[in-house]
């Protein structure tokens, strides 16, 4: 007698067929859900990239006010006290590869030929990472041209590092800016003026001093003269009666 609860052999394949379906579909969705994770993923990185980069740019800010020059590792930013950073961040963007976790540094001045770092005084941090960010900072959209600099940050203007240096605000400045071309504090620089044959004049013709055109003044309205006060009219007297003759005597 057969057993009550046996399978009959379709519904075996039945379920296999269900279950091929099913994986089929998860790799379908798996395909089209990873781009997504990892374009958040890496958006995540970019704001902590930002976030790591800014604070070691403050720390060394704070590096500076503190010693009076800028560091020459980023080690030296956990050495002063009361403390500059909370630690020595590493790089998101970096944890794989030849440079993993290492920060690519901008330092004052030029390196040399070899592009040893080492010793210089540093004023911020770049990555090495070479992707297209999905973000964008000071209008970069490369992540390597995302700069963290202390020296931008108080001066304004790029390449503020060098300038830094000429003008004496780091350690030896002077004799690294003079590698590098520039002139040390203390040297004004001359400002050639305009070049008058650029201007369609001779260099020998001088434009004379243009006066300003004289206004004219207003016209002046006469004074008015005050008519003279009026008298009143004077009234005639009434006539006078003749006197009464006197009556006559008897």
């Known amino acids: 007698m057969p057993q009550a609860n046996a399978r009959k052999p379709g519904t075996r394949g039945f379920i296999l067929v269900m279950l091929l379906v099913f994986i089929t579909s998860m790799g379908i969705f798996l395909t089209m859900a990873l781009p997504r994770v990892a374009t958040e993923v890496q958006r995540d990185q970019e704001a902590e990239l930002i976030y790591r980069g800014e604070s070691i740019a403050r720390a060394i800010r704070l590096y500076k006010a503190k010693t009076g020059g800028y560091p020459l590792s980023l080690e030296d930013l956990t050495k002063v006290r009361p403390r ?16 993993e976790g290492e920060w690519d540094l901008i330092t004052a001045v030029q390196p040399g030929a070899s592009g040893d770092k080492t010793g210089l005084p540093i004023v911020g941090v770049k990555s090495f990472s070479q992707k297209d960010s999905f973000a964008t900072y000071h209008d970069k959209t490369l992540i390597s041209d995302w700069t963290f600099s202390a020296a931008d940050n108080l001066l304004g203007i790029p390449g503020a590092g060098a300038a830094a240096a000429a003008a004496g605000l780091v350690p030896g400045g002077a004799a690294a800016a003079a590698a590098v071309g520039l002139k040390p504090a203390g040297t004004t620089p001359v400002v ?59």
């Open 192 to 250: 050639p003026g305009p070049d008058p044959s650029a201007l369609g004049a001779p260099a020998s013709a001088a434009q004379p001093p243009q006066t300003p055109p004289q206004t004219q003044p207003p016209p002046q309205t006469p004074p008015q003269t005050q008519p003279p006060p009026q008298t009143p009219p004077q009234t005639q007297p009434p006539p006078q009666a003749p006197p009464a003759a006197p009556p006559p005597q008897n």
């Open 84 to 99: 500059v950073i909370r630690k020595l961040y590493l790089d998101p963007m970096t944890r794989q590869g030849p440079h």
